[in-house]
Nanobody, 120 residues
């Protein structure tokens, strides 16, 4: 069982930055997803166990960076050049098996979510 606790969400103006953190009770492949009101949960970014491989949705590529500190069992999502369309609840996810990193079904454990609101 992996427990995940997100932090770092908030309100920011368009063009601003935020950094999300997710503390995990274990060390595994992890991802970030987001869900806007009335929309399905969508993939944002993922990172391998070692941190050597990262994956991004096209909508955030070049603006968001996912990283991890395995000494602290924590992953981060640095979000720059934020846009109003980035507004959503952001969820940290972890998996204990091989699966599609860009699908919600590819993950076994989820955090409670943290709200990110970008004002125009």
């Amino acid at each position: 069982q992996v427990q995940l606790v997100e932090s770092g969400g908030g309100l920011v103006q368009a063009g601003g930055s935020l950094r999300l953190s997710c503390a995990a009770s274990g060390r595994t492949f992890m991802g970030w997803f987001r869900q806007a009101p009335g929309k399905e949960r969508e993939f944002v970014a993922a990172i391998s166990w070692s941190g050597s491989s990262t994956y991004y949705a096209d909508s955030v590529k070049g603006r968001f960076t996912m990283s991890r500190d395995n000494a602290k069992n924590t992953v981060y999502l640095q979000m720059n050049s934020l846009k109003p369309e980035d507004t959503a609840v952001y969820y940290c996810a972890a998996r204990s098996r091989v699966g599609s990193y860009y699908l919600t079904s590819g993950y076994d454990y989820w955090g409670q979510g943290t709200q990110v609101t970008v004002s125009s």
